[in-house]
């Protein structure tokens, strides 16, 4: 018979294991996260200074949104009930004994029965009740009862019918009743809360989790793989054309916001008056632009268009709600532009792809399209400038020769404004010296940065030894499983982005496309830390090697490709190179190489490809478990057949 025990014993155990499950992941992500995590140098301009002061205000730590100091503190909470929990398990008595006479008695386990009775007559004339000494506070019932123990005991291991019980049910009593310990609490199976519970447990099993794994699978669907919802991608699949401007483009931004963000939106049924008067100057601003407004279906997307444009014109807004609801608004963006950008890649358009790529730098500098990238740098606005082209790096000089007090701002926003400098970029095929029809072509390219006010790096004449090792690094790099060349002394950097919502690395697209059909010929590769060139310290190899991989068209001819550079960050630093891919028969190749193509090209006579090539008279290589051995026994059997008929005519 066995009786339940309910004191909590072993729910302890099983608080524990639970703990354990979570804990344990969770530390050692964390603890990663620590030991992997760079320190990242920023940019130094006052406003770059004051603008991470704001972000890491505004990523505090709140109840909807713990951040990483939240986390240790709730792990560190977490591992201080653990120990609480192991020392109560160290700590407390188990109930659960197993019956050892030998323990009992005080003796071996290896004695022998002559030992044993020696052994408990020694006992029975020190514990009989009758002649037994009580202990301070001992009763004679408790004496009692422990020379009964001691003579169940010795029976056990003496006596044929209490050692028969001992051995078959553990006890010398015979069967006893079994105590088993569940790790459930006492009130969770007391029959006064057996209707609170059974609903409880009604309620999870029959609601929540049906709404959980609801929620989890339609939430899923309703996403598409670019993580945007499916109405956005509706909506941006009827805008987006091959005529698409930055205008069309951040109205079909505009649309998509009511549907991604619903929630912050509605914000401006509070703010109406606020939202109103911010539009009204939106409008007076934007000029003929001003008309995109009407076009949009609701009151929702109206304001995400009033909200994104106010942050393109560099509006400051006075309200917190206002700021808070455009920075979930411009944190969005990113996402919803690579949306816009897969549906250009999809259709292969390389105008609209690069319009979707400049935007990035437009809302991460606060910068309206047409406007001088000058107004890039800190301290610069359109009055400062006075006219001056939308890329005069002179007026830099100038105002850093008549204004000193802006020379520091100037200098340190220039060190974080990087402009992209192609080293080389060249098309290769590894193993071959040409580019057949078909085979896999690796673009590979060498950058770096140098500031927007320099105008070029000079390159360093490289002596025979230098250009050897150069040559081998190169040659290392191509056929590594990476596409990005591993430099060790990089350190990473925070771009200069005083108007953006988060701390931003500079990252750039390397767009491959043909001009004369306006096509993009591979889709784009995006690739971020590029070191800043540093003579001093990297004299021969300070720049960086990327590469991606493409299938050479199938057509024989020459292609003039157009590569460009598109930051993600800055505004204006595009760099364009040209560069030829000859696609040649295979002809061109010589015999040797021809037939290193054909052993490799040409299928196993066992495989079906072999058999259907065997069936159009094709060629096919034999198969190395039986082309050489069926020639072999061929030849054998002829063999047998020219011995026989020789002894036939003997």
């Excluded at 524990?16 to 130094?44: D, E, H, K, M, Y």
């Excluded at 909200?307 to 917190?320: E, G």
């Amino acid at each position: 018979m066995a009786e339940y025990n309910y004191d909590g014993g072993l729910a302890a155990y099983f608080l524990l294991a639970f703990l354990a499950l979570i804990l344990i992941p969770v530390t050692l992500s964390l603890a990663s996260n620590l030991r992997s995590a760079p320190v990242v140098q920023g940019c130094q301009c006052q406003e770059c200074i004051s603008h991470r002061e704001e972000i890491r205000q505004a990523e505090r730590p709140t109840l909807t949104n713990p951040g990483a100091h939240t986390k240790t503190l709730l792990v560190g909470a977490g591992w201080a009930l653990f120990s609480a929990v192991l020392y109560f398990v160290l700590t407390s008595k188990s109930t659960m004994t197993v019956y050892d006479p030998f323990t009992i008695l005080g003796i071996s386990s290896s004695a022998t029965e002559k030992e044993i009775k020696k052994f408990y007559k020694k006992l029975s004339l020190k514990f009989h009740p009758d002649t037994v000494k009580l202990a301070e506070g001992q009763t004679a019932e408790e004496a009692a009862a422990y020379f009964i123990e001691l003579t169940k005991a010795y029976k056990a291991l003496t006596d044929e019918v209490v050692r028969k019980n001992f051995l078959e049910f553990g006890h010398p009593d015979g069967k006893q009743t079994v105590e088993v310990g569940l790790a459930l609490p006492k009130w969770l199976v007391d029959a006064h809360n057996s209707v609170w519970v059974l609903g409880a447990y009604a309620l999870v099993i029959g609601g929540v989790l049906p709404y959980i794994v609801g929620k989890w699978w339609f939430g899923s669907r309703s996403k598409t793989k670019d993580g945007v919802q499916a109405k956005t991608a509706g909506i941006f699949f009827k805008d987006i054309s091959e005529e698409s401007t930055t205008s069309t483009l951040v109205l079909s931004l505009s649309k998509g916001c009511e549907s991604e963000l619903p929630q912050v939106l509605k914000l401006s049924n509070s703010l109406s008056p606020q939202i109103d008067a911010l539009q009204r100057d939106v409008v007076d601003r934007l000029g003929p632009l001003s008309s995109n407004i009407t076009k949009l279906p609701s009151k929702e997307s109206k304001v995400a268009f009033t909200l994104l444009y106010a942050h393109l014109l560099r509006i400051p807004l006075s309200s917190p709600e206002l700021r808070f609801a455009q920075r979930e608004l411009l944190l969005h963006v990113p996402t919803l532009l690579g949306s816009l950008l897969a549906m250009s890649l999809g259709h292969g358009w390389l105008p609209t792809t690069l319009e979707v790529m400049h935007l990035h730098g437009y809302f991460t500098q606060a910068l309206m399209p047409g406007k001088s990238n000058l107004l890039q740098f800190p301290s610069i606005t359109e009055e400062t400038l006075e006219g001056a082209s939308t890329n005069d790096t002179e007026k830099l000089v100038q105002i850093l020769r008549e204004e000193p007090q802006r020379a520091k701002n100037l200098l340190s926003a220039a060190s974080h404004i990087g402009k992209l400098e192609v080293v080389d970029a060249q098309f290769k095929v590894i193993g071959e010296r040409l580019v057949t029809p078909g085979a896999f072509v690796q673009l590979v390219f060498k950058v770096r940065q140098i500031s927007v006010m320099s105008g070029g790096s000079e390159s360093q004449e490289l002596d025979s030894e230098q250009l050897a090792t150069e040559a081998k690094a190169d040659d290392a790099f191509l056929i590594g499983k990476t596409d990005v060349e591993d430099m060790p002394s990089y350190t990473p950097q925070w771009a200069h982005a005083p108007h953006w919502p988060a701390n931003r690395k500079a990252g750039w697209w390397c767009v491959v496309g043909d001009l004369k059909t306006q096509k993009v010929f591979v889709p784009p590769f995006k690739f971020t830390d590029v070191p800043w060139t540093n003579p001093e310290e990297r004299p021969q190899r300070d720049y960086r090697s990327f590469k991606m991989q493409f299938q050479a068209p199938q057509q024989i001819g020459v292609y003039t490709l157009h590569l460009t550079f598109v930051s993600d960050t800055h505004v204006g630093e595009d760099q364009s190179v040209f560069l030829t891919l000859k696609v040649e028969d295979l002809s061109a190749l010589d015999a040797d190489e021809q037939a290193v193509e054909d052993e490799i090209s040409d299928p196993e006579e066992d495989t079906l490809a072999g058999q259907m090539a065997v069936m159009r008279g094709g060629k096919v290589k034999k198969s190395p478990y039986h082309g050489e051995e069926s020639d072999e026994e061929s030849t054998t059997d002829g063999d047998d057949d020219s011995d026989s008929d020789s002894s036939d005519s003997d």
